[in-house]
Each structure stands twice: as structure tokens, then as C-alpha cells.
């Protein structure tokens, strides 16, 4: 094998997020020393994905479905609908099994500085959802971050007209974690969003 082909895929590795030239090779020559099946295998997954991958026309999760299984489970509950900004933040709140609503993918967040304007994300895709259905409640789970509070504001305008309610997920302070070494607008988002005990 040349040096051509094991650098070829180094520089394809490379392009993964959090992958940079030392991990790609550590990864390309542990691709080398795996059985051809294995190997194989990974490459047909990959292809696979590309190949069947699609947003549900419901939610915008990733399916290889018209309708993603969520949307399509009868137990969920229709009247919640949690927008997240990406399909990675699904499988993140589903692991929680704390939701049992519906869920809007905005397949990003509002920067107008980087060009991602309203027109760019599901957002009306999002209010002819509210507007034709009998949803109750719109739960935002953006980041929170400058680019997830703004989308937050951006749909809280959009949605009041509808009369839907809409609340926000509380943030703050992690469970295990120290207030000594909390940066201010966690500390302060943690006041806000305090429980009666």
C-alpha cells in the first residue's frame, strides 16, 4: 500500500468534526489492521446512510422514512412539541426518557452574521405546525448560547400570535458541579429558573 492511499484517507478523516491530523492517523492505520469485513462494513453503513438517509416531512429528524418513528408512535403525546436546533439534540433528550412529546428540527440556529437567517431553518415549517394542529404547549431547547437565545425570542414572536404557549428549558448549574467556579450568566440563569421546594 502506498503512502498515497493511507494519506488519501487521513486527509478524508480530517474532515470529521474533532478529528484532527493525529487522531485521523491513529484512525486510518487502526482501519488498516482491522479483518477486510469489519473494515468493510463500516464503509457499507456510511454508504448506506447516504444512500437512504432523509428528514421526516413531519419533524425534520433524520429517518430513512417518510415519517420518523417518533412522529409516527401513536403514545406520544400530540399537544408538546420540543424545538431543538439539530437531530443530534434529539437522541440526546430522548436518552432522558423524561419527554414523551413530538419534536421540531430547526436543522440549525438563527446567525444572521453567518447568513443562517429565518428562511434558512424550519421555522415556518414549525408555525404551520402550531397553526394547523391542536398543540398545546412549545417547549424551545435551543443552546444556550447566543445563537440559541436569539432563535429562542425569534420564535417566541413568531408562536405568540397563535395563542400556543411557550416555555423555554431552565439551564443553570450542572448536578455534581461547584457555584466557586460557575461563569455569572450560569449562575444567573440558575437564579432564574429556581423551583419551590
Known amino acids: 500500500m ?76 400530540r399537544e408538546k412539541i420540543c424545538v431543538i436546533e439539530e437531530p443530534s439534540n434529539l437522541i440526546v433528550i430522548e436518552n432522558t426518557k423524561s419527554f414523551n412529546g413530538l419534536y421540531h428540527v430547526l436543522l440549525g440556529a438563527l446567525s444572521p452574521v453567518d447568513g443562517i437567517t429565518p428562511d434558512r431553518l424550519k421555522i415556518s415549517e414549525l408555525v404551520k405546525r402550531v397553526a394547523d394542529g391542536n398543540v398545546a404547549e412549545v417547549i424551545i431547547a435551543t443552546n444556550p448560547n447566543t445563537k440559541g437565545e436569539t432563535t429562542a425570542q425569534y420564535i417566541l414572536q413568531v408562536l405568540k400570535p397563535l395563542g400556543v404557549k411557550v416555555s423555554r428549558i431552565a439551564y443553570g448549574l450542572p448536578i455534581g458541579g461547584d457555584i466557586e467556579f460557575a461563569d455569572e450568566v450560569t449562575l444567573a440563569k440558575s437564579l432564574e429558573g429556581r423551583n419551590e421546594m
Not at 6 to 16: N, P
Not at 18 to 35: D, T, V
Not at 51 to 62: G, L, Q, S, V
Open 2 to 77: 502506498s503512502n498515497n492511499v493511507v494519506e488519501g484517507l487521513i486527509i478524508e478523516l480530517t474532515k470529521l468534526p474533532g478529528i484532527g491530523r493525529k487522531s485521523a492517523q491513529r484512525l486510518a492505520f487502526f482501519i488498516m489492521g482491522m479483518p477486510e469485513s469489519e473494515a468493510l462494513a463500516i464503509a457499507n453503513a456510511i454508504t448506506t446512510l447516504k444512500e437512504k438517509a432523509r428528514f421526516c416531512r413531519h419533524c425534520f429528524n433524520i429517518t430513512d422514512e417518510e415519517v420518523c418513528s417518533i412522529c409516527s408512535d401513536p403514545r406520544r403525546n
